[in-house]
């Protein structure tokens, strides 16, 4: 069965979202971003999920976890939640 590892940054705003991404995709570094701004309790290690299979995670969640390539930040992804940016940095198939 697939599995796949990835972290998180959740925010309350599709704005906050898109900001912290450019942070992120401007050097800024994703762990210490979830620390600083993510308000899932994930954020004190850095936004880490651990490992998880299908159907574990919110549908929308879901989605992209196992189709978006590996170490790519994806997003913002919106559930209800709130918004979210993805990095998947494992997946078995």
Known sequence: MAQASA??????????????????EGGADFAQVAREHSTCPSSRDGGNLGTFGPGQMVKEFDTVVFSAPVNVVQGPVKTQFGYHLVEVTDRQD
């Open 7 to 24: 972290r998180h940054i959740l925010v309350s705003t599709e704005e906050k979202c898109n900001e912290l991404k450019a942070a992120i």
